[in-house]
């Protein structure tokens, strides 16, 4: 293997050295639902049952799978990603929550940390209990309740699980410093 980084920090496996068992994993992914092999699974490759039990997961968030909206998901992505600073992810999603249809300026003063609202009810809540899972703090009885209202239990835990695979991502991204728009290997 090669050790000169490739993705940030991270040399990348090239597929003809990989383990069969990478090899299997880097499959499944390009040949899958995603057809390529996205941000941190370029990472999560080199552990290939990790890389199979994260896959599913991210596929449950891709557009029209969860209970979220696409906005209501970048809401919560670009509020986790810029919690941790984590630059790839945190750019990738200021540019997807532009695409999805939030304000330019919305996007942008949620990734600097401050205060928000929207006029759509969910958006607003999930954008509420974004922030106070992000911000470390306990979730009131009375956020607690209009997510309920808003969401449901199906988007409430659509938003929490989100958040900490968002998490993953960008603690993965932030180890290996990984740069905003990093392309990594060509394959």
């Known amino acids: 293997m090669s050790d000169t980084p490739t993705f940030g920090r991270y040399a990348e496996l ?8 990478q090899r299997d994993g880097y499959k499944a992914m390009v040949d899958g639902p995603r ?6 699974y370029k990472v999560w490759v080199h552990n290939p049952k990790l890389l199979h039990a994260a896959a599913p997961l991210g596929q ?11 906005r209501e998901r970048e809401i919560a992505v670009i509020l986790i990603t810029s919690k941790w600073r984590s630059a790839y992810p945190a750019a990738a999603h200021e540019r997807r929550g532009k695409e ?7 996007v942008e003063a949620m990734m600097a940390g401050l205060p928000v ?3 759509d009810a969910r958006e607003q809540v999930v954008y509420e209990l974004a922030t106070t899972l992000a ?8 956020l607690y309740d209009r997510a309920v209202k808003a969401l449901g239990h199906e988007g ?10 968002y998490t993953a991502v ?8 990984v740069p905003a728009g990093t392309p990594g290997m060509a394959r």
């Open 117 to 119: 609202s929207f006029p």
């Open 60 to 70: 449950h968030f891709t557009p029209g799978e969860s209970a979220l909206s696409e």
């Open 35 to 40: 057809g390529r092999l996205p941000g941190p």
């Open 156 to 165: 409430i835990t659509d938003v929490v699980v989100l958040m900490g695979y």
């Open 100 to 106: 999805v249809g939030l304000p330019a300026a919305t």
């Open 170 to 177: 960008s603690l993965t991204m932030n180890v290996y410093a």
């Open 14 to 21: 090239p597929v003809d050295r990989m383990t069969v068992a």
């Open 135 to 142: 911000g470390e703090r306990l979730v009131s009885q009375g």
